[in-house]
């Protein structure tokens, strides 16, 4: 009897868990906005409070964060426009520049014995291509702004209720403290994660634009955004924000420049999230990284790019909600790192 219960429980859950997938995929567009001004405003709330109490007025003090946000929106803006535009006026020099590499590399393998012929290659490529993928990338940019500025909204709304929310889990939580608990541990664990990964995300950004500039790298401050952007991404963010800075440099320099600037990319990469981010992180996240691995390619089919960005949060949230039942205890204990569990 006890068996049969066991086996309609879990079925339960996972009948819960494929109807609350399905609907979050369906509703993607709508629930990545959501998630997105959650988050953002759980790492903006401290700023909030700590200009608080500086005396400064609730009203100013959510104007001036709204005013950075939009700020850094805006420059986010005028950057990308900018580099698309000169990317878009290079193209033909691009294209020129690509059958000239792959020439030399036909002709590179031909002096090791390996014959090649770079005739398909040239014949395939067409700078239409890339006029078509540039006008696709303009109207995603575009799609990029517009949802952007809903979630500002969304954060300077979530900014405002900031100071009640608090009062509000009180009051719902009163009679439940291990739930109050859980909630403030979900909810200092996503603002270290997110201030942690800002500031080394940042840093990697700054390094790498630094770097660009002294291999004289066409766009480093569009490369170092990116660096700074994709960082939040777990795993593979690093390695994709290089890709773009290494062909340009392949491009227009020595293959040899473009494999110090592969070394220093990997020597920056490895420093910061390898070296920086665990001794900063310390014990706060206790996910397994298998976990943080799968769950990068579970949120990003879910909710699609913006989900590998919060895939680490969004799973700390059901880690936490896991660990605060008997009954789902043992989710939690798969999810988690043991060396950080005390196992």
Known sequence: MQHSENIRFYFFYV????????????ASQAVVILFLSIFIASVLSPLLFWLERRKIPKLVAFFIILAMVLFGLFFIGILLANSFENFISHLPLYETKIREL??????LLSGWGLESDPATLLESFDIRMLVKMGGKTAGNIGLFFSKALLVVIGVGFLLFEAPHFEKKLQIIFKNNRDSLASFQLFGRNIQKYFTIKTLTSLLTGTAITATLLLFDVQYPLLWGFLGFLLNFIP??????AAIPALILTLLYQEPLQAFWLMVIYLIINNLISNVLEPKLMGEGLGLSPAVIFFSLIFWGWVLGPVGMFLAVPLTMTLKIAFD???RTLWIGILLSNLRKRGG
């Open 102 to 107: 792959a020439l030399k590399g036909s002709a």
């Open 15 to 26: 009948s819960a868990f494929v109807i609350i997938i399905g609907g979050l995929k369906m």
């Open 324 to 326: 605060s039942s008997p």
């Open 235 to 240: 795993v593979i963010g690093s390695t994709i």
